[in-house]
């Protein structure tokens, strides 16, 4: 199966919401990209990353089909740019692909974002 490798850090990050979307559950393997910060972006529940230095950003690393990473695009929207990284996971480097909140957009972005604390409060299963 020809699969990109994508990393999550947000609200994908929650199986059921990729499971919705794909309507499949892919693998999830912690992944670590570094260089880069987790924000909080202002009225929303879902975060954005920008590069920074010294930054870190746990999250997971998953496989998709071509039609599914194209669903996924669709879902992330315009104020996402989708952009090469390598992320930290089991042990190595791997390429793969993450999307990084625009630049013309950075303005709305502040703080630090928590999964726990930021999105799972706001969603109902």
């Known amino acids: 199966m020809n699969h990109s490798n994508i990393f999550v850090y947000g609200t994908l990050m929650d199986e059921r919401v990729v499971r919705r979307l794909i309507d499949r559950a892919p693998i999830y393997?912690?992944?670590?990209?570094?260089?880069f910060h987790?924000?909080?972006?202002?009225?929303?529940?879902?975060?954005g990353i920008r590069q920074k230095h010294g930054?870190?950003?746990?999250?997971?690393?998953?496989?998709?089909?071509?039609?599914?990473?194209?669903?996924?695009d669709e879902f992330e929207g315009h104020c996402y740019c989708k952009e090469?990284?390598?992320?930290?996971?089991?042990?190595?480097l791997v390429n793969?692909?993450?999307?990084?909140?625009?630049?013309?957009?950075?303005?709305q972005l502040y703080d630090s974002w928590d999964f726990n604390a930021h999105f799972a409060p706001h969603v109902e299963w």
Do not use: H, N
Request: aromatic letters at 8%.
């Open 84 to 92: 090469k990284v390598a992320v930290e996971c089991d042990g190595s």
């Open 55 to 72: 930054g870190r950003v746990d999250g997971f690393l998953i496989a998709l089909s071509k039609d599914e990473e194209r669903i996924i």
């Open 96 to 107: 793969c692909q993450t999307y990084v909140w625009a630049r013309e957009m950075a303005d």
């Open 29 to 35: 393997r912690s992944a670590t990209l570094l260089g």
């Open 38 to 47: 987790r924000y909080r972006i202002v009225d929303k529940v879902y975060p």
